[in-house]
């Protein structure tokens, strides 16, 4: 494991104290009195792990681990706080920090601190020599198969998923620390906070798994006759939550007394479902960080087709050449963070419908989904 770490405080004492401790332990200290010095010492020397204080004059340490995040995502970052400083501390945990320990420093706490950032470190350096095999090896398999495109794109998928499931497991463990730190401190805000982190890194596991089922199988919609705002009412409910979670003011503007049509809820539902999750995606996108975002579902019953779909957001928006490439195989905005597999599932069920889905965007100005399923006469 890499032993280099910066230690950054204002107070001589401490850092002069925590820097013989650190090196006692076998640790390669470099030490800095304020944030810009830190910033300058970490592009120099790329230290695996940083601890900081939170409160410093001018750069203070939430700030500074924003820096370093950004620059360098891997570096595990402990946060030094005093008793009072909770608020901040959960705040920098939000910020991907990936412990802290309060002042005075007890030896037990930070040896615990260091002990979980370097095991951290060495999960991420298995999976990512994981990920590594995993790719070689679909690329040696995908060059013995015939149908080398097809299996080519089935490849860049499985490297995707490979990088999917690790930020997957980053965000469980992010999860599970903060439910461990809510049951030491007997904190339920703690508990909440991590319970809720845990959820929703479960259902994005399983989200995955049936995007794959689902594209996968080769079956007709199962078809009745029902309520077109029925699948949207559910979506709408499902994800008001996660919307305003978000500070996303997400709206339902469903036409009522719409005929029933004939389609599977349950295929539409899904679509749907991807359509609105994209959108909270697109308005929670750092470019979009400083805009009043919202989302509108609506439905409604255009002349020649039995319903109309609409997702409208006024996120992040999208480029031309992404407009072009949405709904081609495997192709995704959210890098790691995505497959590719939603929007072109989308497709296959709205085509299954004998339907039409399309979307207009403007990069920085938002996004506009539809889709239209045609009309179909009772026997």
Known sequence: MEKKTLLVDDEPGILKVLSISLADRGYEVFTAENGEDALQIFKEKHPAIVLTDIKMPGMDGIELLQKIKEASPDTE?????????????????????????????????????????????????????????????????????????????????????????????????????????????????????????????????????????????????????????????????????????????????????????????????????????NAIDACTDISCSNKSCEIVLRSSEPKGWAVEYQVIDNGCGMSEETKERLFQTFFSTKGSRGTGLGLMIAKKIVDEHQGVIGASSKEGGGSAFFIRLPQKDRA
């Open 77 to 277: 970052v402990i946060m030094i706080t005093g008793h009072g400083d909770m608020e901040l501390a959960i705040q920098s945990l939000k910020n991907a920090a990936s412990d802290f320990i309060t002042k005075p420093i007890d030896d037990d706490a930070l040896d615990i601190a260091l002990k979980r950032a370097g095991e951290k470190i060495a999960v991420r350096e298995k999976l990512e020599e994981y990920t590594e095999n995993l790719e070689i090896l679909v690329e040696e398999k995908t060059r013995k198969l015939v149908d080398a495109e097809r299996l080519a794109a089935v490849g860049q998928t499985v490297a995707g998923l490979a990088h999917a499931i690790k930020n997957i497991t980053g965000g469980l463990r992010g999860g599970m620390f903060v439910l461990e730190k809510g049951i030491h401190l007997d904190n339920k805000k703690y508990l909440f906070q991590g319970w809720e982190m845990v959820k929703g890194n479960v259902e994005k596991i399983r989200n995955t798994a049936m995007d794959l089922l689902n594209y996968a199988k080769e079956q007709e919609p199962e078809y009745q006759w029902c309520d077109p705002n029925l699948p949207a009412q559910e979506v709408y409910n499902l994800m008001l939550s996660q919307a305003e979670t978000n500070g996303i003011a997400f709206k339902a503007d469903l036409k009522k007394d719409l005929p029933e049509a004939w389609f599977d809820p349950e295929a539409m539902h899904r679509v749907l479902l991807n359509l609105v999750t």
